[in-house]
């Protein structure tokens, strides 16, 4: 693939060099392909992939067992807190 101006040796260290980036999945992130990535993967993101659930755990606010039915939440300094708490 030698366009003529680099010379063959070089043209496929160049080759490589784009075939490792995209095989590590470093590519140019104005590019049609990463582009459509992007979007594919914010489409699949909601907040529902996020929840957490942590049954036997005691919530800090009331100081209940967090059920297998609750929702939950991990604060910065892990204690596990109510998503709602029930008794608030």
Not at 59 to 84: K, N, Y
Request: aromatic letters at 4%; a negative charge.
């Amino acid at each position: 693939m030698p366009d003529g101006n680099v010379p063959f040796e070089e043209a496929i260290r160049e080759e490589r060099v784009e075939v490792t980036r995209h095989d590590l999945g470093e590519r140019d992130e104005d590019s049609d392909e990463a582009v459509e990535a992007r979007e594919e993967r914010r489409d699949r993101l909601t907040y529902d992939d996020n929840e957490a659930t942590a049954p036997g755990k005691v919530c800090e606010l009331c100081g209940s067992v967090i059920t297998a039915g609750q929702e939950a939440r991990l604060r910065p300094d892990g204690c596990w807190i109510h998503e709602e708490c029930p008794i608030q």
